[in-house]
């Protein structure tokens, strides 16, 4: 069973720091990976995809990933109030097709 | 239309009842997913239709759960003879293409089975 595991919070943040979000995977060979935020009551939203080692950067999101540690992580840089969500991973595993598994997700708090 | 449509957006129902959940997707899109989110949980993959090639049915629970999608147009879920485990909220989501849902997830129908 391929799993993704994450911590489920709260993380309390407060404004303007880094937010860090980590998650990790059970299967050594797996191709793509997801963060998505989904708030209260709402569907998800796709905010970052990384494919390769290393870090990617998109404003004020970075995704981080270690294959060879299975983990992905997620900063937020200078958190707002507006980022306080539930941030979810999500992995494409080798030999899965085109479906994704994800994690249940970190509940973030960004404190004023 | 402009994003993912879905209906409807909230269902209660008795045990043992018919559902027909409803995805409308973003036009273009040969991409559509149906995921399963229960409540506090991550979302639960169900199933995948890729244009006209024969969609990935393994995140199906059970045989009660059936799902049709015509060319690269509306999809329907059905659920046959509901359960309480069923309650849930259903999200579907379309893209331009497969890998994974690079796309625009739709509102969901929250499904409650009482």
């Known amino acids: 069973q391929k799993e993704v595991e994450q911590n489920s919070g709260p993380l309390s943040v407060p404004e303007g720091a880094i937010a860090s979000l980590n998650c990790t995977y059970s299967d050594r060979v797996s191709q793509s990976f997801f963060w998505y935020r989904q708030y209260s009551g709402k569907s998800p939203e796709l905010i970052m995809s990384i494919y390769s080692n290393g870090d990617k950067e998109d404003g004020r999101f970075t995704a981080q990933l270690n294959k060879a540690s299975q983990y992905v992580s997620l900063l937020i840089r200078d958190s707002q109030p507006s980022d306080s969500a539930t941030y979810l991973c999500?992995?494409?595993?080798?030999?899965?097709?085109?479906?994704?598994?994800f994690g249940t997700g970190t509940q973030l708090k960004v404190e004023l | 239309g402009a994003g993912v449509s879905q209906s409807p957006s909230n269902k209660v129902t008795e045990k043992g009842k018919d559902v027909e959940l409803r995805c409308d997707p973003i036009s273009g899109h040969t991409a559509l997913y149906w995921y399963r989110q229960r409540l506090g949980q991550g979302l639960e993959f169900l199933i995948y239709?890729?244009?006209?090639?024969?969609?990935?049915k393994s995140g199906l629970p059970s045989d009660r759960f059936s799902a049709e999608r015509t060319g690269e147009s509306v999809s329907t879920l059905t659920i046959q003879r509901t359960q309480q485990e069923d309650s849930a909220v259903y999200l579907c989501?379309?893209?331009?293409?497969?890998?994974?849902?690079?796309?625009?997830f739709g509102q969901g129908t929250r499904l409650t089975v009482v």
């Open positions: 999500a992995v494409g595993f080798t030999g899965g097709g085109n479906k994704l598994t």
């Open positions: 989501a379309s893209s331009l293409g497969g890998g994974g849902v690079k796309g625009f």
């Open positions: 239709f890729q244009g006209n090639s024969a969609p990935d």
